[in-house]
């Protein structure tokens, strides 16, 4: 059938928020803000792969439980397909800005992410559509709406 070799990724995204101001970083390969995101492994749930993904590309350990935001099928120029399964958790006592080297078994270990925080709603967009759902996020007037349900 048409499609059936449709190459398909499953990945999961993180929007941290503390207060107003989401959790970004310059990464390699992409000259645009991004949020942590990874793909997600065999035997994981997107909502395990989105905490995982945040350990290993921000050093970050305590943050508020991940809420589901949105989940899109995205069409990357190379055809391929991903399913994206976007999150937000809450995070109170984190740095205004820090150098994390990436840790985990993935093709990004070792790389050295800048990371820091952008006031909502966000002036540029982002690397790869990551910015999609910001309008979502129940963040003050984060989105360009206030009082939207994550859940």
């Not at 993180?14 to 101001?21: L, N, P, S, V």
Request: net charge negative.
């Amino acid at each position: 059938m048409p499609g059936d070799d449709v190459t398909h990724v499953t990945k999961a995204c993180a929007y941290i928020t503390r207060g107003t101001e989401l959790l970004t970083f310059e990464g390699p390969g992409h000259d645009r803000l991004q949020v942590p995101k990874g793909t997600v492994e065999p035997g994981e749930t997107p909502r395990e792969a989105v905490h995982r993904e945040v350990v290993e590309e921000t050093g970050l350990a305590t943050f508020g439980r991940f809420r589901p935001v949105a989940t899109d099928v995205w069409r990357r120029r190379d055809s391929k397909r991903y399913v994206r399964n976007f999150y937000h958790a809450e995070v109170v006592d984190a740095p205004d800005a820090w150098t994390h080297t990436v840790t985990g078994t993935g093709e990004e270990r070792g790389a050295e992410f800048v990371l820091s925080w952008v006031e909502l709603p966000a002036d540029e967009p982002f690397a790869l559509d990551l910015d999609d759902y910001l309008d979502a996020l129940p963040v003050g007037n984060a989105g360009r709406r206030t009082g939207v349900a994550a859940d």
